[in-house]
């Protein structure tokens, strides 16, 4: 089970921690990844990390702004969102991968949370 917290209503230019509680999974033996879905658009791929953490990749479009990490002693994944953009509204999903070394693609993923919704207001 993954289950992810964190999310609200922030300001644009403000920051956000997404956390992603993981149970009942070897979660270190485990890719991690953060996808997003904005209302009515297709569900989007964020960041993803390998089982080490040695190996990260980010979509252009946060890179320099989201860090992706995880703790795996606490079973955890988080996203540190800084200098939110309106454009950046959406539900965050986290996700556990097959691939050790994370993956980009929706196909590789096999457990899914429930979602955590973040909005940026103007």
């Known amino acids: 089970q993954l289950v992810e917290s964190g999310g609200g209503l922030v300001q644009a230019e403000g920051s956000l921690r997404l956390s992603c509680a993981a149970s009942?999974?070897?979660?270190?033996?485990?890719?991690m990844g953060w996808f997003r879905q904005a209302p009515g658009a297709e569900r989007k791929f964020v960041a993803t990390?390998?089982?080490?953490?040695?190996?990260?990749y980010y979509v252009d479009f946060v890179k320099g702004r989201f860090t992706i990490s995880r703790d795996n002693a606490k079973n955890t994944l988080y996203l540190q969102m800084n200098s939110l953009k309106p454009e950046d509204t959406a539900v965050y999903y986290c996700?556990?991968?097959?691939?050790?070394?994370?993956?980009?693609?929706?196909?590789?993923?096999?457990?899914w949370g429930q979602g955590t919704v973040v909005t940026v207001s103007q």
């Open positions: 996700a556990a991968s097959r691939s050790s070394l994370g993956s980009r693609w929706y196909k590789d993923y096999d457990y």
């Open positions: 990390i390998g089982r080490s953490a040695g190996t990260t």
């Open positions: 009942g999974l070897a979660f270190g033996n485990y890719g």
